[in-house]
């Protein structure tokens, strides 16, 4: 399977621990985003790489959220101090370099469901 | 600021019914539009998409969509609904600033097929 990966699929955890998840884009894919989405709610940006810089970070990445994506390929990212409001999925999309053949689609992963206790 | 209204938080219909969930848009240029599916505690997948040319667009599983400029819409349609299309559907705008794209998504409506 070639599409975007995630791991874990699901974490419990209890609060005041630190969690991180990881994301595999598809291999051509040059941007990558993470969205965190609770129940009932539509997806919510949190980040976006290019390669491997940051370029845009949402108001909702708290200073104890952090993403990385070192050599522009795989992404984690990281929650410390967990609360029980980080409770939610998060999901990771890629999509593809340039814009003439390029409409526009992420692709997204299954998620990565997080717990806090 | 660009956003995205999906009016209806449940939407229920009989199989073999007609389906039509809405969705408008606040966007200054010509957007690209989606409209995805999620089922229950999984990623969401891609049922079609515009950004350009014809109005009615064709997706997978039946669906089709329409971009209504002048209404700042893009409903998406089903001529007749299948107990497999329940599920979450989220409509978003693809949204362009500097260097940086991204999707903002709708608040989802989820959809109930009775038998």
């Known amino acids: 399977d070639t599409g975007v990966s995630q791991d874990p699929r699901h974490k419990i955890t209890k609060r005041g621990q630190n969690v991180t998840f990881r994301c595999d884009p598809i291999?051509?894919?040059?941007?990558l985003y993470w969205y965190r989405q609770t129940l009932g709610q539509g997806p919510e940006f949190l980040t976006y790489?290019?390669?491997?810089?940051?370029?845009?970070k949402s108001r909702l990445l708290s200073d104890r959220f952090s993403a990385e994506r070192p050599k522009g390929s795989f992404s984690t990212l990281e929650i410390q101090r967990t609360e029980q409001g980080d409770s939610a999925m998060y999901l990771c999309?890629?999509?593809?370099?340039?814009?003439?053949?390029?409409?526009?689609?992420?692709?997204f992963g299954e998620g990565s469901r997080l717990t806090v206790l | 600021a660009q956003s995205v209204t999906q009016p209806d938080i449940h939407i229920t219909v009989s199989e073999g019914a007609s389906l039509e969930l809405r969705c408008n848009y606040s966007?200054?240029?010509?957007?690209?539009l989606f409209w995805y599916v999620q089922s229950p505690g999984q990623g969401l997948q891609l049922l079609l998409k515009?950004?350009?040319?014809?109005?009615l667009v064709q997706g997978i599983k039946g669906f089709e969509a329409e971009f209504k400029r002048s209404q700042s819409s893009f409903n998406l349609r089903k001529p007749s609904v299948h107990w497999s299309d329940a599920a979450e559907y989220f409509c978003?705008?693809?949204?362009?600033?500097?260097?940086?794209?991204?999707?903002?998504f709708g608040s989802g409506t989820r959809l109930l097929v009775r038998p």
């Open positions: 978003a705008v693809g949204r362009f600033m500097d260097s940086s794209y991204k999707l903002i």
């Open positions: 790489f290019q390669n491997e810089a940051q370029l845009e």
């Open positions: 515009y950004f350009s040319g014809d109005t």
């Open positions: 999309a890629s999509s593809l370099p340039g814009w003439q053949d390029n409409t526009g689609e992420l692709f």
């Open positions: 966007y200054g240029a010509t957007p690209y």
């Open positions: 291999s051509e894919h040059n941007r």
